[in-house]
């Protein structure tokens, strides 16, 4: 039994069609006790979403928008994306059979854009501003009928739920809680806090964990609202930011992530473009888990606000990993990561070198 | 209870250490609706082994040599490599708090590269015959003290077996049964195929399915023994073909390959790179799985050999899917790849003539 057929009870599906699955969920739940030993913290644990069939966790939205679109007899279904959701569209438009348009900012990586091209779907390139393209997007799908499965679709976070679900499932006792994921345009997290209020609503949990979403710097509205103490959040002109993924000025979950992060007393931070490269290269080092910068996001912000408030340690934490590095190779703190160019005849010579 | 546990009896493990572990196995099996309707094949799946730590089969193998490793007290590790082996090694030596160096091809894309290197290996680009490179490991690692856990260590095998055993408990019924793979040293094919000796042995399985090992033209030593009918394979000089990750001229598993092929009449063949290519787009188009070029040599075979022999509507077939595609994002079949340029002011006029 998969994932979502186990929490189907939990979600606005009637039928679950193997043949639109592509092996998501189930991902694994790491102890890291290097880092643990290494920065003085209580157990802390990876939830690691890169283990999904496009390397990210936004497969667990598309699965559920694309299982409501064949509900819906809907044949055109559409993204708008910096990369990992219109990769992650593209793929399972492809297991559908669905035409499938994929809108991609201008500045995507190469990586990112040929992993979407590869799998058949129209792909549109576009230079402008991309929270007004997320609004754009859904006129053009009127006018043309197709389904635009954005960022902050209902059933996409209904299918971001079920990473929470699992969580709740992979942690063995109830105990004081912190949950730290990235913030770009705030579905996820929204997922994420619905699937604890929905384990409360049927008794299930008595505490909701205290949610902790992070944002880059560089672009940053709602971390800055949630600062300033304001109830909306006001969109940014100018983004710039290594943490591409989320990097949406005009976030469309915004007011809601920050009404139910003030609801249940969670946090809205941001970290810096050096706070998170530091953070994405001590986890690769230290733990083997590769990462995009926008998802070691979620250990820069543990880093940081462990530099303001004392963690318990009965406490426990949990970092949501949302995507692989591989994705963005170009964007990495290569200052400590050294290529030796030897020959074959030389080999010996070298490696006498390097291991005195 | 992870795959490791499940299968411990079968390997040479003692213990199973949770902080060695990555998440790796328990990869999907998906069955390939659209391919089989689209080329008229029996049941076909793909048991996808992108599900991994570092999106490739190596982990497999790796998990299961730093394991014994660090059961005999061996604190320095290292691999030859081609790129998918270097990233798992590095990644699986840096959760393992060991040294790691790792020896890679000159020619190695820079998504490999930089994927191992990002886990802090002492890292060693090397321009010479990779054939002789992998005895040379041996040599080096003996003056050094360092596990060289090449592509046919004997606990890396142990962890290919495991593949084999998962394949086993998701095919629901005992009938017979393809199972094809990549061939590159041979180590991976030589699990599979001991995996299936032993649940034999243990009375579990009646039949070995008949597998069938997948070269590449430009590379195929092993084919061209089968061929031939020889008992031995010739080390070739000069490989050339877009499927990188299986390019062993000199592949260590060969002759035991061969001799175990021959007992279980499998097959192994040989793919053209155009062959290649065009399976790599077809899984991707019509199932949503972007592999390697490397792993779809094992569709390219399939599609080949269906037209010499036909198979049995009673048949079922199984592709290892190795790698994902996202490590080596240059080559690709981008004749049908189209990435239209737009600017959100005109879009509507875009979309318009795109939807016509």
Known sequence: MNSLERYQDFLPLSQIHPNLLLGEGDTPFLRLETLMEEFDLPDTFAKNEIFNPTASFKDRGTVT????????GIERIGTVSTGNMGISTAAYGARAGMKTFVFIKKDTSIEKLFSAGVHGPILLRIDGDYGKLWHESFRIGKDHGIYFMNSTDAFRIEGYKVIGFEIFSQLSSERPTYIF????????????MKAYRELQQQGLVHHIPTFVGVQAQGCSPIAQAFAAGMLKYERVDKTETVAQSITNPDPPGGNILLKMIREHEGIIMDVTDEEILTAQRIIAEREGIFCLPASATALAGLLKLQKKQKFDPQDRIILVITGSGVKN???LDKSRMKIHDASLSELSKTMASLTE
Chains 1, 2 share one sequence.
Do not use: F, Q, R, W
């Open 65 to 72: 928008a694309v299982h409501a679109a064949k509900a819906s």
């Open 181 to 192: 994921a990235p913030v770009s345009s705030g579905g996820h997290l929204i997922g994420l």
């Open 329 to 331: 190779i170009k964007v």
